[in-house]
C-alpha cells in the first residue's frame, strides 16, 4: 500500500523516474542515484519545483472528505 502511496505522489508531481516495479529496479534506482550527484540534484531541484501540485491539490482533499462522509453516513445507518 505505501509504495502504491509513493507512486500515486511522484506521478502527480510529474517525478515518474523513481517509481519502479520490483526490489531489484529500486536497489538499481538507488544505486544509480548515490553515485550521481548531478542526477540527484536535478531531481532534487525537480522535486522543489513541482510539490505544488501536490500540496495544493484540493482535489485528492475533496475526495477523501467525500470518502469520509460517505463511509460515515454508512455506518450511522
Known sequence: MRGRHSAAILRVMG???TITNNVDEFVTT??????????R???RR???SNKHRL???RECIEALEE???RTAR???I
Open 30 to 39: 538507488a544505486a544509480r542515484l548515490a553515485n550521481h550527484p548531478d542526477e
Open 67 to 69: 470518502f469520509l462522509d
Open 41 to 43: 540534484y536535478a531531481l
Open 55 to 57: 500540496y495544493r491539490d
Open 46 to 48: 525537480k522535486i522543489a
Open 74 to 76: 454508512k455506518q450511522a
Open 15 to 17: 517525478i515518474t523516474e
